[in-house]
C-alpha cells in the first residue's frame, strides 16, 4: 500500500485469474501476496485469526481471507468468482479467483474472460495432474496472453531442484496442444513464502523471479491489439441544448486499435464513410484515443448511426457474415439445443441466433476432440456452428477478445447460457 | 503513447457499465449518499454523457440521521448540474407501519433503508438502481456482478447469479424484476481516493479535518447527534476527526486525523491499518451481515 500521492499517475493494471482445487494451496497464495503485499488490514487479520482459533487451526489459516459467502465457509469450498484487489507501487491487481474443480468450468471461463494472466498452480508431491492441462487448456481457450506456473508445496518435497524440472518438462510435453505464447515456472511454497514476494532461502538453484516480481514487471502493452481499429457504438449522445444544438456524439468503448481526429471511417453495417472530427471528453478534446478507452467521437457527416452500429477504419474493416464458427463454453443446467434458438449478445449489438450444428465436444481433461457425443451439457466446452438473423461484424477471438465473443440468452429464463468465442 | 494508468483504467470500464444501463434500461437510478463513491459514481456518469446531462435521476434513501453537511452537499450538487433529486424518507416508512423502528443503545435506521429502497424502486417503477458498492468493501461484495439481477420482492439470490464475461452485460428481466448496477466494482478505497484528487473532485468537507462532538464504543469513535443515546460510561469529547465513510450518522466511525487537504488524506489512507468498513458497526453485527442484508434487497 505504498502506492501514495508521488507514484499513482504511473501505475498500471494487471488483471489476473488463479485456479486450483482447495488442495493446491491457491487460497493460501493468494492470502500470501495480500499479506506479504501489505494488503490485509488489521481488522480483517482479527477476523481470520479468530476464525482460525474456532476451527481449532494451529496457525492463521490466510486461505480464510477469500471466503466469501456463508454457503462456502460453511462447506469450506468456494462456488463462484470472487475479485480481489491489492497494489503495489508499480501495479494495482484485480485477482479473479475461481474454484478449479471439473463442475466449475464455466467460472474459470468466467475468470478468464477478462485476464492478461493465469497463474496454474500444481501441487508439487503431485506433479501435472488432469486437472493442470485443464487449467491450462481454458486459459488458451480464452487467449490469456500470460500463463505463470507456480509449482507449489516445494516445502513438502524438500525444495528438491529435479522434481521442479521433472513437472516443468512434463508440462511443456503439453504446452504443443496450447495455443499460449508465454508460460513461465516458479517454484513456491505459498504456506512458507517461498518465492512469491520474497526470494526463497531454500531454493538458491532457482534462478529466475519471484511470483511477485513477474505480477509487478511482466510486459502487458503489447497484450491489446492496436492494429484494427474497432469502436462498437454503444449510446447515442444528443443534448439537444442551445449550447449543442446539432451535436450528435457516438459513445463507446474502443476494442480494438486507435481512432485519430481526421481518420476516414466506415459505419458498419451501413458501409457509409465519413471521417472523425472530434474526439470529445469532458476533460477535454482528444487527438487521438486507442482500446480500452471509453470515448465520444463526432463524425463530418451527418450519417445515420445507432447503437449496435461499429466505426472502423475504412483501409481495414472486420469479417462480416451470419454464419459463425465458434467454440462455446456451457453454463446452463439445461443442455444447449441443437436447432434451438437463443438470444445473441455480440459487442454492442442484440439479435437472435439458432445453433445449427454441434461438431464437437472437448474433453478438457485428455484434450481429445469427441465426435460421436453431441450433448452439450454444463460446463462441456463444444465447437458449434451458430446461424445470426442478421449479418454480424466480427475478427476471430484470436485477434480481438471484445469483437470475437458473444453470449447466449435463453429467451424464455433470461439466464446467460453460454460464452462463445468466434474461430 | 498507447497507455492509460490503473485509474483512467478503472475511469473507461465504468463509463462503459452506465452507457450500458443508458441503453440497456427505460428507468434507471442512480442512488446517491452524498457519500465519496456516490460522488465518485456521478462524476464518472457526467464524463459518460457530456456534452449531454445526466440521462437519469438521484434518488436518496434519507434515514433522517444525517449529517448536515451532507443534505447541504446533496441540494448544491442537484442544482448546479441540473439533475432530479429525489428523496425517500426512513421515517415515512416507519410512520406508514412498514418499517419498525429498532429501540435502546446501538439504535440504527441502517437496516430500515431497505424497506423504503424496494418501496421506492416499485412506487417508481424503476428497472435498474445503480449504486456506489465497491466489491473490496466487504467478503460478500467480492462476488457480486456489474448487472446483478433482484427478484420481484428485490431480493439477491447469490448461488444463481448470471455469468459476466468480458464486457458483454446481460440486462434482461422479466416485469416487476430490477437490477442493481455497480459501475465501480473493481476500484479499491484507494481508487476512489486518488481518482478525486487526480480529477479534483469536489467532496463533503466532512471528509477532512474538522473539531466535532465524539464518543467511544466498541472501539470506535462515533460521532454525536441529538437523537442518539449515550451509555454511563460513554463521554462526549471534541476531537479533530473526520469521516473515512459517510453513511447514517448512528453507525459511521470518525478517524482521528488532521488531514486538510486530498494529499494527505491519500497518505492517510496508505498508511493506515484497518478497511473502512472496520468503522461500520452495521457490518460488525455477525460474521455474515452483509451476506444477510444484501440477500433482503440492500444496497
Same mark, same amino acid.
Given at each position: 500500500?505504498?502506492?501514495?500521492?508521488?507514484?499513482?499517475?504511473?501505475?498500471?493494471?494487471?488483471?489476473?485469474?488463479?485456479?486450483?482445487?482447495?488442495?493446491?494451496?491457491?487460497?493460501?497464495?493468494?492470502?500470501?501476496?495480500?499479506?506479504?503485499?501489505?494488503?490485509?488490514?488489521?481488522?480483517?487479520?482479527?477476523?481470520?485469526?479468530?476464525?482460525?482459533?474456532?476451527?481449532?487451526?494451529?496457525?492463521?489459516?490466510?486461505?480464510?481471507?477469500?471466503?466469501?459467502?456463508?454457503?462456502?465457509?460453511?462447506?469450506?469450498? !468456494?462456488?463462484?468468482?470472487?475479485?480481489?484487489?491489492?497494489? !503495489?507501487?508499480?501495479?494495482?491487481?484485480?485477482?479473479?479467483?475461481?474454484?478449479?474443480?471439473?463442475?466449475?468450468?464455466? =467460472?474459470?471461463?468466467? @475468470?478468464?474472460?477478462?485476464?492478461?494472466?493465469?497463474?496454474?498452480?500444481?501441487?508439487?508431491?503431485?506433479?501435472?495432474?488432469?486437472?493442470?492441462?485443464?487449467?491450462?487448456?481454458?486459459?488458451?481457450?480464452?487467449?490469456?496472453?500470460?500463463?505463470?506456473?507456480?509449482?507449489?508445496?516445494?516445502?513438502?518435497?524438500?525444495?528438491?531442484?529435479?522434481?521442479?524440472?521433472?513437472?516443468?518438462?512434463?508440462?511443456?510435453?503439453?504446452?504443443?496442444?496450447?495455443?499460449?505464447?508465454?508460460? +513461465?515456472?516458479?517454484?513456491?511454497?505459498?504456506?512458507?513464502?517461498?518465492?512469491?514476494?520474497?526470494?526463497?532461502?531454500?531454493?538458491?538453484?532457482?534462478? @529466475?523471479?519471484?511470483?511477485?516480481?513477474?505480477?509487478?514487471?511482466?510486459?502487458?502493452? @503489447?497484450?491489446?491489439?492496436?492494429?484494427?481499429? +474497432?469502436?462498437?457504438?454503444?449510446?447515442?449522445? *444528443?443534448?439537444?441544448?442551445?449550447?449543442?444544438?446539432?451535436? #450528435?456524439?457516438?459513445?463507446?468503448?474502443?476494442?480494438?486499435?486507435?481512432?485519430?481526429?481526421?481518420?476516414?471511417? !466506415?459505419?458498419?453495417?451501413?458501409?457509409?464513410?465519413?471521417?472523425?472530427?472530434?474526439?470529445?471528453?469532458?476533460?477535454?478534446?482528444?487527438?487521438?484515443?486507442?482500446?480500452?478507452?471509453?470515448?465520444?467521437?463526432?463524425?463530418?457527416?451527418?450519417?445515420?448511426?445507432? *447503437?449496435? =452500429?461499429?466505426?472502423?477504419?475504412? /483501409?481495414?474493416?472486420?469479417?462480416?457474415?451470419?454464419?459463425?464458427?465458434?467454440?462455446?463454453?456451457?453454463? /446452463?443446467?439445461?443442455?444447449?439445443?441443437?436447432?434451438?434458438?437463443?438470444?445473441?449478445?455480440? !459487442?454492442?449489438?442484440?439479435?437472435?441466433?439458432?445453433?445449427?450444428?454441434?461438431?464437437?465436444?472437448?474433453?478438457? /481433461?485428455?484434450?481429445? +476432440? /469427441?465426435?460421436?457425443?453431441?450433448?452439450?451439457?454444463?460446463?462441456?466446452?463444444? #465447437?458449434?456452428?451458430? +446461424?445470426?438473423?442478421?449479418?454480424?461484424?466480427?475478427?476471430?477471438? #484470436?485477434?480481438?477478445?471484445?469483437? @470475437?465473443?458473444?453470449?447466449?440468452?435463453?429467451?424464455?429464463?433470461?439466464?446467460?447460457?453460454?460464452?462463445?468465442?468466434?474461430? | 503513447?498507447?497507455?492509460?494508468?490503473?485509474?483512467?483504467?478503472?475511469?473507461?470500464?465504468?463509463?462503459?457499465?452506465?452507457?450500458?444501463?443508458?441503453?440497456?434500461?427505460?428507468?434507471?437510478?442512480?442512488?446517491?449518499?452524498?457519500?465519496?463513491?456516490?460522488?465518485?459514481?456521478?462524476?464518472?456518469?457526467?464524463?459518460?454523457?457530456?456534452?449531454?446531462?445526466?440521462?437519469?435521476?438521484?434518488?436518496?434513501?434519507?434515514?433522517?440521521?444525517?449529517?448536515?453537511?451532507?443534505?447541504?452537499?446533496?441540494?448544491?450538487?442537484?442544482?448546479?448540474?441540473?439533475?432530479?433529486?429525489?428523496?425517500?424518507?426512513?421515517?415515512?416508512?416507519?410512520?406508514?407501519?412498514?418499517?419498525?423502528?429498532?429501540?435502546?443503545?446501538?439504535?440504527?435506521?441502517?437496516?430500515?433503508?431497505?424497506?423504503?429502497?424496494?418501496?421506492?424502486?416499485?412506487?417508481?417503477? %424503476?428497472?435498474?438502481?445503480?449504486?456506489?458498492?465497491?466489491?473490496?468493501?466487504?467478503?460478500?461484495?467480492?462476488?457480486?456482478?456489474?448487472?446483478?439481477?433482484?427478484?420481484?420482492?428485490?431480493?439477491?439470490?447469490?448461488?444463481?447469479?448470471?455469468?459476466?464475461?468480458?464486457?458483454?452485460?446481460?440486462?434482461?428481466?422479466?416485469?416487476?424484476?430490477?437490477?442493481?448496477?455497480?459501475?465501480?466494482?473493481?476500484?479499491?478505497?484507494?481508487?476512489?481516493?486518488?481518482?478525486?484528487?487526480?480529477?479534483?473532485?469536489?467532496?463533503?468537507?466532512?471528509?477532512?479535518?474538522?473539531?466535532?462532538?465524539?464518543?467511544?464504543?466498541?472501539?470506535?469513535?462515533?460521532?454525536?447527534?441529538?437523537?442518539?443515546?449515550?451509555?454511563?460510561?460513554?463521554?462526549?469529547?471534541?476531537?479533530? %476527526?473526520?469521516?473515512?465513510?459517510?453513511?447514517?450518522?448512528?453507525?459511521?466511525?470518525?478517524?482521528?486525523?488532521?488531514?486538510?487537504?486530498?494529499?494527505?488524506?491519500?497518505?492517510?489512507?496508505?498508511?493506515?491499518?484497518?478497511?473502512?468498513?472496520?468503522?461500520?458497526?452495521?457490518?460488525?453485527?455477525?460474521?455474515?451481515?452483509?451476506?444477510?442484508?444484501?440477500?433482503?434487497?440492500?444496497?
Amino acid at each position: 500500500m505504498a502506492n501514495t500521492t508521488k507514484g499513482y499517475l504511473d501505475m498500471q493494471l494487471l488483471r489476473f485469474t488463479t485456479a486450483g482445487s482447495v488442495d493446491d494451496g491457491k487460497s493460501t497464495l493468494i492470502g500470501r501476496l495480500l499479506y506479504d503485499s501489505k494488503s490485509i488490514f488489521e481488522d480483517q487479520m482479527e477476523a481470520i485469526e479468530l476464525s482460525s482459533k474456532k476451527k481449532g487451526e494451529e496457525h492463521v489459516n490466510l486461505a480464510l481471507l477469500t471466503d466469501g459467502l456463508r454457503a462456502e465457509r460453511e462447506q469450506g469450498i !468456494t462456488i463462484d468468482v470472487a475479485y480481489r484487489y491489492f497494489a !503495489t507501487p508499480k501495479r494495482k491487481f484485480i485477482i479473479a479467483d475461481t474454484p478449479g474443480h471439473i463442475q466449475y468450468t464455466r =467460472n474459470m471461463v468466467t @475468470g478468464a474472460s477478462t485476464a492478461n494472466l493465469a497463474i496454474v498452480l500444481i501441487d508439487a508431491r503431485n506433479g501435472v495432474v488432469e486437472q493442470t492441462l485443464r487449467h491450462a487448456y481454458i486459459a488458451s481457450l480464452l487467449q490469456i496472453p500470460h500463463i505463470v506456473v507456480c509449482v507449489n508445496k516445494m516445502d513438502l518435497v524438500d525444495y528438491d531442484e529435479e522434481k521442479y524440472h521433472e513437472i516443468r518438462n512434463h508440462f511443456m510435453e503439453f504446452a504443443p496442444k496450447l495455443d499460449v505464447k508465454d508460460i +513461465r515456472f516458479v517454484p513456491i511454497s505459498a504456506l512458507k513464502g517461498d518465492n512469491v514476494v520474497d526470494r526463497s532461502k531454500n531454493m538458491d538453484w532457482y534462478k @529466475g523471479s519471484t511470483l511477485m516480481h513477474i505480477l509487478e514487471n511482466i510486459y502487458i502493452a @503489447g497484450d491489446q491489439n492496436y492494429v484494427d481499429a +474497432r469502436f462498437p457504438v454503444q449510446y447515442v449522445i *444528443r443534448p439537444m441544448t442551445d449550447e449543442y444544438h446539432d451535436y #450528435r456524439g457516438y459513445a463507446g468503448r474502443i476494442d480494438g486499435g486507435i481512432f485519430k481526429v481526421g481518420d476516414k471511417v !466506415t459505419a458498419l453495417p451501413s458501409g457509409l464513410e465519413s471521417k472523425i472530427k472530434s474526439i470529445d471528453t469532458l476533460n477535454g478534446t482528444l487527438k487521438e484515443a486507442f482500446a480500452p478507452q471509453s470515448v465520444t467521437m463526432t463524425l463530418e457527416d451527418n450519417i445515420d448511426i445507432s *447503437r449496435g =452500429n461499429m466505426i472502423v477504419k475504412s /483501409n481495414n474493416v472486420p469479417e462480416n457474415g451470419q454464419d459463425i464458427k465458434a467454440m462455446i463454453s456451457w453454463f /446452463n443446467e439445461r443442455p444447449l439445443a441443437i436447432n434451438g434458438k437463443y438470444s445473441f449478445k455480440h !459487442t454492442s449489438s442484440d439479435l437472435r441466433c439458432m445453433i445449427k450444428d454441434v461438431s464437437f465436444k472437448m474433453d478438457i /481433461n485428455s484434450l481429445e +476432440r /469427441n465426435y460421436d457425443d453431441k450433448t452439450v451439457k454444463m460446463n462441456d466446452i463444444a #465447437r458449434v456452428e451458430i +446461424r445470426t438473423t442478421k449479418p454480424i461484424f466480427y475478427d476471430s477471438y #484470436r485477434l480481438n477478445r471484445y469483437t @470475437g465473443s458473444f453470449i447466449l440468452i435463453d429467451e424464455g429464463t433470461n439466464e446467460t447460457v453460454g460464452a462463445g468465442m468466434i474461430i | 503513447m498507447t497507455n492509460i494508468n490503473h485509474l483512467r483504467e478503472l475511469e473507461s470500464e465504468s463509463i462503459f457499465v452506465l452507457r450500458e444501463v443508458a441503453a440497456q434500461f427505460e428507468n434507471p437510478v442512480m442512488l446517491f449518499s452524498g457519500g465519496k463513491d456516490s460522488i465518485v459514481m456521478f462524476h464518472l456518469a457526467r464524463k459518460a454523457f457530456f456534452p449531454a446531462k445526466v440521462p437519469f435521476a438521484l434518488l436518496h434513501i434519507d434515514t433522517g440521521h444525517n449529517f448536515e453537511e451532507t443534505i447541504q452537499f446533496r441540494d448544491n450538487l442537484a442544482e448546479k448540474h441540473g439533475v432530479r433529486m429525489i428523496v425517500k424518507y426512513v421515517q415515512d416508512s416507519i410512520d406508514k407501519g412498514r418499517a419498525v423502528e429498532e429501540i435502546g443503545v446501538g439504535a440504527s435506521r441502517n437496516v430500515l433503508q431497505t424497506v423504503t429502497l424496494l418501496d421506492a424502486i416499485e412506487e417508481l417503477k %424503476v428497472d435498474c438502481a445503480m449504486g456506489g458498492g465497491r466489491r473490496d468493501e466487504e467478503k460478500a461484495r467480492a462476488k457480486e456482478r456489474f448487472f446483478s439481477h433482484r427478484d420481484e420482492f428485490g431480493q439477491w439470490d447469490p448461488k444463481n447469479q448470471r455469468p459476466e464475461l468480458w464486457n458483454l452485460f446481460n440486462g434482461k428481466k422479466r416485469p416487476g424484476e430490477h437490477f442493481r448496477v455497480f459501475p465501480i466494482s473493481n476500484w479499491t478505497e484507494m481508487d476512489v481516493w486518488q481518482y478525486i484528487l487526480m480529477e479534483n473532485i469536489e467532496i463533503p468537507n466532512l471528509y477532512f479535518t474538522h473539531k466535532r462532538k465524539v464518543f467511544q464504543r466498541d472501539g470506535m469513535w462515533l460521532a454525536f447527534a441529538p437523537f442518539m443515546k449515550l451509555k454511563d460510561s460513554e463521554e462526549l469529547i471534541e476531537m479533530d %476527526v473526520r469521516c473515512r465513510t459517510i453513511g447514517d450518522i448512528t453507525c459511521t466511525g470518525v478517524t482521528v486525523s488532521k488531514a486538510d487537504s486530498l494529499e494527505e488524506i491519500v497518505e492517510e489512507i496508505a498508511a493506515t491499518r484497518v478497511t473502512e468498513r472496520g468503522g461500520r458497526s452495521d457490518d460488525k453485527r455477525s460474521e455474515a451481515a452483509m451476506e444477510d442484508r444484501k440477500k433482503e434487497g440492500y444496497f
